[in-house]
Structure formats: C-alpha cells, structure tokens
C-alpha cells in the first residue's frame, strides 16, 4: 500500500490534471445517469397501466401523448449523450496524459538514477532485469496511474451513484439484484492477492527465459564450438514450458474472476425481469422503472468488467512499483559530501593511506594498503586474479570508497570533493572497453561534449588510432557500436585511449588487457601508452612486463595486500615474486633473441 | 524494443575469422526494418498463425464453440428481456402470469449457460494463446540454434531479442485478440439479426446511423496510424538509449556524461510522450462520435420512432427496452474492435518480422542422409579449400593441409590472414566454397554436425561463461560428466584450486557473463569446459590472450596436458609458444604459405622468419623485452 501511495504521490504532481480528470468523470458520470433516467420517462409516457394488472387490469398506449412531447424526450436524450460523450473525451484526455507523465517522470529518474549509482550496483545486477524495470514495469505503472487512481474511484462512484438510485426507485428489486455485490467485492479482494503474487513469479520466470535466449544469442559462438544446440534448445524448452504453465494459471484465474463478474450481472438481469415483472403485476412498479433498473444495470456492467482489469493493475502496479522503487532508493555506497567541494585541476600527487576495501562484510579484498604516486610517475601494479589490481585503481575515481583508511589527491582526501569533478581529473581506460552507438567521433568525445575537430583528430593520433580511421570509408563519421560497424579488439582499445586522452586528465588509470592483438598492433598500443602516460600521474595494471620495467614504482600485490614495492632494479634484486614472474617469462624471451640472431640480418630494426 | 542486450557484440568482434579484419561494411543486415509497418491485416500472416493452432485444434474448437455460445447467449439477453415483458407482464392476470415463471427460468438458464461458457471461452483460449507462444518460442529458438555464426555476426543481438521476446509475445497477443474480435464480429451479427427479426422497421431505422460511424472510423484510421507509428518509433529510441546507458555505465560515469546523457534522454522521453499525448487525443476524440451516434439511435431511433410506432398500437413497449439495451450492447463491440486496430497492426508487423526471421534458411544444414561420425581418431584433411562470404572476396584460397592425429600444429599469420576463418571451418561453422574438408576421411559435410562436434572442442579468444554456478559451466552441455569428471577438468588446467577459494566452491554462482571473475579466471574455466567432455580435436584461438601473467603460467603449465593425445590446433601470436608445435603453418592472405618446423622455417628465411623477426625488432624499438612484452613461456616440455 506504501508503494502505491508513493506512486500517487508522484501523480498528485500534476494535480491539476487529476482534478480535471475527476471533474471531468464525474460530469460524464452524472449525463451518463439521465439517459436511463430519460428513457423510463419515456416509456412510462408511452405506456399506462389501467387498473392493477394483478385483478385484470392492462397496459395500454398513453392516448395523450403528442409527438411533441416524444421529440422532446428524443432531444433530451441525444443532448445527454453528447455531453456524456465530451466529458468522458475530457476525462481519457486528462488520465491519459497524466498516466503518461507519470511515466515519463518515472523514466527519467530510473535513467539518472542508473547512470549515477555506483559500479558495485551494477556488479550485481543484470541488464535484462534492469531493463524490464524501465519497460514492463514503467508500463505497469502508467496503467495503474491510468485504471487505478482514476478508474477505479470513477468504478466506486458510479456503482455508489447507481446503487442509490435503485434504491431510490425500488428498494426491494434493488436489494435483490445487488444482493451479490458485497460477496463479489469479497472475492475480488481475495483474488488481488493472489494474482499478485502469481504475477511476480511470472515476471521472474519471464526474466530467467530472456536470460537463457540472451545468453544464448550472444555466447552463440560457444553453441557452436560444442555442438550444443540440442542442450540449448532443452534448457529453453524447459523454461519456456515453465513459463507456459505459469502464465496460464494465471490467465485463468483472470478469466474465472472475469466470469463471475458478468455471472452476476446476468443474473441480476433475470432477476430484475422475474421479480421486476411480478411487481409491475401487483402495481408496485411502472413499466418505465423496470426499463430504468434493466439500463442502469447495464451502465453496471463496464465498471464491473473494467474492475477485474482495475484489480490486476493494483497488484501489478504493487510488484512493479516495488521493482522500481527497489532502483530508486538504492542507495549508492558512494555518495557526495553535501558540501562537496569542485577540484580543480590537480598536480597528481596520489596517495593510499591505510585504504581498504571490501566488496560485501565477509571478506577484505583490500587490506590497509598505502602507495604513494608522485605527480608525473608511473605505478605499475601486479598481482594475481583476485589480489585487488582493479579494486585499487577503482578507489582513485570513487567508483568503490574505501571502507578504511583514504585516498588523497594532492594531500586531500577525495571524497571532499564534488564525483564530477574529481573524475574530471581521473581518466581510466577500462578493460572491457564500450562503444557507444553514434560515431567515431563522437565515441572519441564522449567526455568532452565540446570538444573541436581538431582536439579529436590530435587525440586519435596521440592514440596512435587516426590513421586507420582515415582509412575507412565515412573517416570519423563511421558508425560504431551495437548497430554499426565492428571495431577490432586493438582498434577499441585506441578508441579508448583516445577518449581518454581528449579529456586530459592529470591522473591516468590503465586497465591494461590488450594481449589480444597480432605484432603490429601490439606495437601500436604500446606506443599509444607510451604517448597517452607523458606528464600524468600514471597507475597501470600491466600484464606485459616492458611496461612494467619502464615504470617509476612496481607494486606487486597478492591477497589484497602490497607484498612487494619498488622499481624494476630493486625487485629484481630482492629475489621475492616479482623476481620469480620475471623469471618465469624472462628465459624463454632470452632463448627467442638467440634464435633471432641465427636468423640473420633482417631482424634488427624495421 | 530494440536493443536489448545491445552491447554485448564483444564476443562477435573476438571472432575475428568471421570479418576479414578490422572495420566492416555498416550492417548488412538480413532482416528489414524493425519501424516499418504493414497493413492491418495480413492474410499471409493470419494464415500461417492459425497453422500454429493446429496441435492444439481440439482446444481451438473447443474454444470457438464456448464464443459461439457466449455470444449468441449475450445477444438473446435484451430478448429474453423482451419476452418477459410481452409475454409475461402485459398478458394482465396475476394467475395466467405462468409466462413469466417461464421466462424467468428460460432467463436462469441462459445466466448459467452464458456463465460457463464465458468461463470455458477464457481458460480455451488462455490454453492456446500460451500453446501457441510457446510453440512459436520453441521453434523461433530452435531456428536460431541452426543459423549459423556470419548470421549473427552480420545481425545484432537486440534486433534478434527483440524478435524472439516482444515480437513473440506480440503474436500471442494476436491469438487472443483473434478470437475477441471474432467474438465481437459473431456479437454483432447475432444483435442485428435478433433485431431484425424482431421489427425490421424499427432495427433498420436505429442501425441508419452504423454506416456512418464506420465513415468516422475509417477516416480516424488514417490518423491513428501515423501517430501509432511514431509512438513506436519513440519507445524504440527510448529503450535504446536505456540500455545503452546501462551497459555503458563504466564509461559514463568515468567521463562525466551523465548530465549530457540525461538531457539527452529527456528529449527522446518527451518525444514519446507527446506522441502518446497525440495518439491519446486522437482515440478520445472518437468518443464524443461514438456517443452522439448512440444519442440519435436512442434518442430518435427508438424513443421518437420507436415511441410512435408503439403509440399507434404498432409495437409493444418490451421492444422498445429490448432495441435500448441491444444498441448499447451493439456499440461496444465496434468500439472495442476499433480499439484493437493499433493491436492488429502491431501484430502484423510483429508476424511480418518474425516469420522473415524463421524463413531464413541456415546456412550450414546437415544433410539429409547425413551419418553419424564414428569416434573420431583426428587425422585432419584440407583438400583445394576456398572459402568466401561475399563473392569475389576469397578468404581461404587453394589451402591444402594435413594434420595427423594428435599432432600439435600453430597457425601463424597477420590479421586477416584467414586463421580464425580457417579452423572455425573445421568446426563447420561455415560450409567450404569449394573444396573439401575431411575428418578421418569422412567429408564434413556428410556427416551430423553435431556428433562431429561434440568430438571437438574450441576454447575461444574471450571466454564466455553462462549464469548458473561454477560447476554448470565446467560441464555446460556434457550432462553424462559425473562431477567427479568436473573436478578433474578443472584440476587438469589449474583450475580447481581458485575455485576451491571461492566461497562456495564449485557451486558458486557466476554473475552475468561471469563479471565476478577476472578475465583469467573465466578463460581457465572455459578450458576446462572444453576438455571436460574429452574431445579428440582441439581447437585454441588465440586462447592465452587477455590473461594476466599469474593465470597465463598456469596455462601453459595445464596446456601441455590438455593438448596431450589430441589433435590440436592453435592460433597464436606468440612465437615462443608456436616454436614446440610439431607443425607450423603460416597464412597470408588466405593461403597457405609455409608449413614446417620452427627451426626449417626460420632457416627459410621466408614469410615466417620475417614475422619473427619484426617480432623481435618491435622489442628492439622499445627498449624493453623481446615480443612487445607477451613473454610467454614456452610448454613445459620445452624447458
């Protein structure tokens, strides 16, 4: 109930909207009552009773009535309709516009809150779920802003309104033909609850189906490396009968409750012409009365169907709403000061002074690390999987904070500082490396909304990229990304390194993985590197060890703790892990120059 | 929906084989447009929807029967209305009423009647509808296991999820909406017959006003279209830019766009929202039509008309209540069958899009007496091997090749030199242009592909793990490996012992794509994937790439073992790695170049000695280590 509240808080924004909206069906409402009204009158003028039917009195044509008085009544009604009909125009207008408002606000604080919430956010949730929270579950709200804050109350009136009239008229038919709604109202509460949480399992259900299909189409290279369509093809069927049999019980749970909703019209119907009929016998009903109940019950009939619709978007909209409410309050672990402080651009003198870091309570993945990175220096880090290389260089642009200790920048702890700006000053070229879906150049300026032709063309050739950039047909303008041209894994990561380089950040952050790529890539990426570190505060995650020779420091991590520092010489010189790597893959390199050397003369440069 | 799952291309760039090399003509894509809209009705469509029913034809008969019923039962109501009011009422006498008693009950059974097959028409259809989705999910899914790789690589993985979920789902919708117009249209039918049957002069008066109205529907047709059309367009954008923005995250929050990105977004919103504001504008203004109409059919059809005749003696007032309650009840069909326009359209796109996709024919198909392939030995045989996908572009030419069983052969070769094309062959993931390939001697193409390939095995250049826990993914499509066979696979390439640091070992659940692993971790498990099932013919692309050191000695270490006894074939790029294969064969430009040992080649002075040696002199340049850095040691035999 919390959740709908909280929804309808975000409708009563519009509130002017709403009030027209419920001005607007209350006038449609009240038209809509006359038209049954009208035609009893009508009848009762065409029809006269002489005597009591009951002791062989009989209906008779009213002799008095002139065709006037009929056009009239004629005119009356058509009045009522048109005016019922512009009110209720009025009234979708209005609900529409503001079911769709509401949505649109939804979207939009779902899209901000996504993109801003921190990475560990991210680490946990997939894609396909965060995206049918901004589908589905949007829709499901915009329905229950359409059928339950507006429809439902116009489903209560009009039944009230209804109800009150037919009492007014007959109170003993009106009692027996709407005996049955309290027991009607009973059930339908009961089955809210149920559909409900039928619903939410369908929904899961639905999630894991779209899970396997996507996994599928995108692992489709391993589908076929195994020859494992058959076992794909089971895995899906099983999921797919699941949801099947699910999405069934649950249709027919709607369909049943359905049914005995216009079950009970009917019925009422047939009661209102038995007993209807007998009373008009006795004299207790005029014939126009029972024309009044029979259509009065038929204006019934849309609230009472439109109610099994309204009750499903109440429990839909509940476990919607719960989804994303789940998103927007979330809270992000990393959050700005409220007196946030802009960074303007910094020397780079980075430090970790006793940080630590840990993904969930249980286990440290960072333990008390301190490193000291002076402005312009390279820090090369090395480690196994899992040691912490990445969780390191995340601390520096806040997409993790430190659960103890803290970073500094230029002497200042970084979370004194606004996220913006201090990611301004923090470039970091990821491993798995986006394109966005536009063009090259504007994948290039991605950071830089501003950025002029000729600081994208330099950046591209910084990263050692705009040479093969020309060579394509559109140059810059060819289109990258999910519909666009394949890029090669070497090409991204210079388009990378190019975006990152247009920033000009003083901090730089390597997440280096291009081990993917033949010689002359290879070669190119690294001169990329070499260009892109010159005068910035540089932290590498090296997995190739001339970077790591070239570097001012080396760390060399395992278990979340720095085990050795210090530069190439100087480890080297200590015998300990990093003595041991470079061992390891030293010798077989010194055995490739000998051999080179047998080969002749063409090797030496080229 | 378009552009779901966008994003996650990154396994179709690591299959470089499958482009030749680096950027790519923009989308050649097979399918059409996703915003282009057909008709209202299709009959090819239609016809091909109902043959889905055809498993389930008692069902659908069934169903149809409980809407026949339904209806007419629902249209005999305002009759039965009628009955009782001439018959039972007006006949006076309170003991000659027995007419009465007789409608009353005549009315209870209808009720009942009416009930159950309200209740029946909706479980039928609830029963097919999903039937029916789910033979359309099984068999789209089905086709798209038989398409073979250039298809996904030439098609984006959005427009396919978007085919195979909203499209599908748009279909069942379809079904449904089928039988409820078919109800509408049977609803209709009864009430114009009910009426005509009972005063033809007072129906036809009262039914003046249909023509017109269909006059205002058709021309608000044309208007609901176009504004239908670009609120699809709108949410397309929408969704798009979403997903986008959530697989991008990384990368927006690292460089500052969020703001950029929300105005950005905020317009695509409120497109969608003025188009929808406008599709709502036109679909109300309908309303005020409709109730006009239905005002002069009551007002003046059957009050001023209907009230003369009854005046004159003509007509008993029953009839008149009977026609008020059938033109009410004759309104909301139309209205609730020009509501579904929209529907009908979208699913003849949907239909349109997703037949086009199940009509495409796999490019790789197993014959029709295609045999089992017997244990396979591993004697692998090119013989004048082409191979091309797009005509005149050949990316194989003349290559002629023979591997022996369990020899260990390294494919050398610049980018897009045909490497990756030429052992994804092997795996039929293409058919050869011209040529043949052979595996102990039977022609790839005669045989099941799939029990040649559950013989072989294939680690690629970026491991992929699907969701599901650690042990799943190890024994992935092998489901007779005991978990015994798990553990040893995971042993046999130095795996066992990371996992074991996992907090729940082997039942540890990976996330999506296996995020919660680093790259290394991943590529170890999918080796152990690949010799889980112990296949005879190994295939490594470039398998050691994009691991950190650590995990990259653990591999070599394991490689040993895993290609041991096996027919093995690997790309790499390093050459210390490639100097113990028992045959080295390098590429150039689709053909096969050289084809001997490391120290013959280097001898030869040719293609591969002057590969080495840029090698060497990249490293030379820097100033650092040979190999640009990928020091990679050599197998353990080699040491």
């Known amino acids: ?606 | 929906m378009r552009g779901m799952g966008g994003g996650f291309g990154g396994m179709m760039g690591g299959m470089r084989g499958l482009q030749s090399g680096g950027i790519n003509s923009p989308t050649m894509d097979s399918l059409s447009d996703e915003n282009a809209l057909g008709a209202v009705y299709n009959n090819r469509v239609v016809l091909r929807l109902i043959s889905y029913m055809g498993p389930y034809r008692s069902d659908v008969i069934k169903s149809l029967i409980a809407v026949l019923i339904y209806t007419l039962a629902n249209a005999s109501i305002p009759m039965l209305i009628l009955l009782g009011v001439n018959n039972g009422i007006s006949s006076g006498n309170f003991w000659s009423m027995h007419p009465l008693h007789l409608v009353g009950a005549a009315f209870l059974a209808v009720t009942l009647v009416h009930f159950a097959s309200n209740y029946l028409q909706f479980v039928f259809m609830a029963r097919v509808g999903q039937s029916i989705l789910y033979s359309l999910r099984t068999q789209m899914f089905s086709h798209l296991q038989d398409m073979s790789p250039s298809f996904y690589h030439r098609t984006a993985t959005g427009r396919i999820m978007s085919r195979s979920q909203s499209d599908v789902l748009q279909l069942q919708e379809t079904f449904e909406m089928l039988v409820l117009a078919l109800a509408d249209v049977l609803t209709l039918a009864f009430i114009i017959i009910f009426m005509l049957v009972v005063d033809w002069q007072l129906a036809l008066v009262s039914l003046s006003i249909v023509p017109v109205l269909f006059f205002i529907l058709a021309y608000w047709q044309r208007f609901a279209r176009r504004s239908f059309m670009r609120i699809r367009r709108a949410i397309a954008m929408v969704n798009g830019e979403y997903n986008q923005n959530i697989t991008g995250v990384r990368v927006v929050q690292s460089l500052n766009r969020q703001e950029e990105n929300l105005r950005h977004f905020e317009e695509l919103n409120h497109e969608h929202l003025d188009a929808n504001l406008q599709a709502s504008r036109f679909s109300g203004g309908l309303q005020p039509m409709v109730e006009f109409l239905i005002g002069i059919g009551m007002g003046f059809g059957v009050v001023f008309v209907g009230g003369l005749l009854a005046k004159n003696g003509n007509l008993e007032w029953g009839v008149l209540l009977a026609f008020a309650v059938w033109i009410q009840r004759f309104f909301e069909p139309i209205r609730h069958l020009t509501m579904q326009y929209g529907v009908f359209q979208r699913s003849m796109a949907a239909g349109v899009r997703i037949f086009e996709l199940m009509d495409l024919k796999p490019e790789v198909n197993d014959k029709a007496d295609a045999i089992e392939m017997p244990p396979v030995r591993g004697e692998v045989r090119f013989e004048d091997v082409n191979f091309h996908y797009v005509e005149g572009v050949e990316v194989l030419q003349d290559v002629n090749l023979h591997i022996r069983p369990g020899e260990n052969v390294a494919l050398v070769g610049s980018t897009g030199a045909g490497k990756s094309t030429l052992v994804t062959l092997i795996h039929r993931f293409a058919d050869v242009t011209n040529g043949k390939i052979t595996i102990d001697g039977y022609d790839l193409r005669d045989v099941r592909r799939e029990s040649l390939v559950s013989q072989m095995s294939m680690v690629l250049q970026e491991p992929y793990l699907f969701s599901g826990n650690v042990r799943d993914n190890i024994r992935y499509c092998y489901d007779d490996a005991t978990d015994e066979d798990v553990i040893d696979a995971a042993k046999a390439v130095g795996a066992h012992d990371f996992i074991m640091a996992l907090e729940e070992g082997y039942d540890t659940i990976l996330a999506e794509r296996g995020v919660n692993l680093s790259v290394g971790q991943r590529q170890l498990i999918s080796f152990a994937r690949a010799i889980v099932g112990d296949p005879r013919i190994i295939v490594l692309d470039e398998a050691t790439a994009n691991i950190d050191t650590h995990t990259e000695i653990l591999i070599q270490e394991a490689l040993s073992h895993v290609l041991e006894g096996r027919t093995s074939i690997v790309i790499a790029h390093r050459l210390s790695t490639i100097r113990s294969a028992d045959k080295i064969v390098v590429l150039d430009r689709g053909r096969i170049v050289e084809v001997g040992r490391h120290e013959d080649l280097l001898r030869q002075g040719g293609v591969y000695a002057r590969l080495y040696a840029i090698n060497y002199g990249l490293a030379h340049d820097n100033g650092a280590e040979p190999g640009g850095g990928q020091l990679i040691p050599a197998p353990a035999d080699n040491d």
Not at chain 1, 45 to 67: A, K
Not at chain 1, 79 to 107: K, N, P
Not at chain 1, 196 to 206: D, F, I, P, S, T
Not at chain 1, 548 to 573: F, P, S
């Open chain 1, 1 to 606: 109930m919390n959740i709908l509240m909280r929804i309808t808080r975000m409708a009563y924004y519009y509130r002017k909207r709403l009030i027209l909206a419920y001005f607007s069906f209350f006038a449609a409402i009240g038209f809509s009552l006359l038209i049954p009204w009208l035609f009893g009158k009508s009848i009762d003028q065409l029809v006269v009773i002489e005597g009591v039917l009951e002791e062989g009195g009989r209906l008779i044509p009213n002799p008095d009535l002139t065709w006037q008085a009929l056009f009239v009544l004629a005119s009356m009604l058509l009045g009522a309709s048109l005016f019922r009909g512009f009110f209720d125009f009025a009234r979708t207008y209005t609900t529409d516009s503001l079911s769709q408002l509401v949505s649109y606000d939804f979207r939009n604080q779902i899209y901000d809150k996504l993109q801003n919430v921190s990475f560990a956010y991210h680490d946990k949730e997939h894609t396909g779920n965060l995206m049918s929270k901004a589908t589905a579950d949007v829709e499901a709200i915009r329905r229950f802003v359409n059928m339950g804050l507006v429809r439902s109350l116009e489903v209560v009136v009009r039944t009230i309104a209804v109800t009150s009239i037919l009492i007014w008229i007959n109170w003993e038919l009106a009692l027996i033909s709407l005996i049955f709604v309290p027991f009607l109202i009973l059930r339908s509460t009961l089955v809210i609850g149920k559909l409900r949480r039928m619903w939410l399992h369908v929904q899961e259900v639905n999630g894991e189906l779209v899970t396997v299909l996507q996994e599928n189409l995108v692992g489709i290279h391993v589908v076929k490396a195994f020859g494992s369509e058959n076992f794909e093809r089971r895995k899906y069927e099983k999921k797919a009968q699941e949801l099947r049999e699910e999405y069934y019980q649950s249709e027919r749970l709607q369909g049943t409750n359905s049914a005995w909703m216009s079950l009970y019209f009917t019925f009422a119907l047939c009661l209102i012409v038995w007993y209807g009929g007998w009373e008009i016998i006795r004299g207790d009903l005029t014939p126009g009365q029972l024309a009044q109940f029979v259509l009065y019950l038929n204006q019934l009939t849309f609230p009472i169907r439109a109610s099994a619709q309204i009750i499903n978007s109440f429990s839909r909209a509940i476990s919607s709403g719960r989804r994303i409410f789940d998103v927007l309050d979330s809270s992000s672990p990393v959050e700005e000061k409220p007196d946030a402080r802009v960074m303007s651009r910094a020397e780079g003198h980075v430090r970790f002074e006793k940080a630590s870091f840990a993904y969930d309570a249980r286990s440290a993945t960072l333990q008390k690390v301190d490193i000291v990175a002076p402005p312009g220096k390279v820090t090369a880090i090395l480690g196994a999987p899992g040691s912490g290389k990445s969780t390191i260089v995340n601390l520096i642009p806040r997409f993790y904070d430190v659960t103890e200790g803290r970073v500094t920048i230029d002497g200042e702890d970084i979370r004194e500082f606004t996220l913006e700006s201090l990611r301004r000053n923090v470039g970091i070229v990821q491993q798995d490396i986006f394109l966005f879906d536009a063009t090259i150049r504007d994948n290039i300026a991605y950071g830089v909304s501003n950025a002029s032709e000729e600081d994208i063309i330099n950046a591209a050739k910084v990263a050692q990229l705009h040479d093969q950039i020309m060579s394509f047909s559109h140059g810059y303008d060819t289109w990258v990304g999910e519909r666009g041209s394949t890029l090669s894994g070497g090409q991204r990561q210079r388009l990378s390194i190019a975006r990152t380089v247009l920033v000009n950040p003083p901090i730089l952050i390597l997440d280096d993985s291009t081990s993917s790529v033949d010689v002359e890539t290879e070669r190119q990426i690294h001169q990329a590197m070499v260009n892109v570190m010159k005068g910035r505060t540089t932290f590498v995650i090296a997995h190739r060890l001339s970077t790591v020779r070239e570097a001012d420091q080396i760390l060399v991590l395992k278990d979340g703790q720095i085990v050795e520092e210090g530069n190439h010489v100087e480890l080297m010189a200590r015998r300990g892990i990093y003595r041991d790597i470079y061992e390891l893959q030293l010798r077989p390199q010194e055995e490739v120059l000998l051999d080179a050397s047998l080969a002749g003369g063409d090797g030496g440069d080229n």
